[in-house]
């Protein structure tokens, strides 16, 4: 998902919408270990965004937990709806 442009490398996620709506999006940029070697070497290592929700942390488990959230927020409310009701 990184562009060539980016400061650093992206990652992202499409989770579809229902048939009415776009789909969503969830990206994580990922900067160097070393802050010498980054552009915004005082900004966290982390950037996670979905929407207009964002996360900036130097702790992957802090963003993996947002973005279990964010992943669960997102879900179309007609798969979970279906899972829990099925067709007869």
């Known amino acids: 998902m990184s562009w060539h442009n980016d400061t650093c490398p992206s990652f992202g996620l499409e989770i579809p919408g229902d048939p009415d ?3 969503r999006y969830i990206r994580v940029f990922v900067d160097y270990l070393d802050k ?3 552009e915004h070497p005082d900004d966290p290592r982390f950037l996670a965004v979905a ?3 964002q996360l ?3 702790d992957w488990q802090d963003v993996t ?3 279990k959230a964010q992943i669960a927020c997102l879900q179309p409310e007609s ?3 279906t899972a ?3 067709a007869h």
């Open 21 to 23: 709506t776009e789909p």
């Open 36 to 38: 010498a070697k980054s």
């Open 56 to 58: 900036a942390s130097d």
């Open 51 to 53: 929407d207009t929700e």
């Open 65 to 67: 937990a947002w973005l």
């Open 84 to 86: 829990h009701h099925p």
């Open 79 to 81: 798969s979970e709806s």
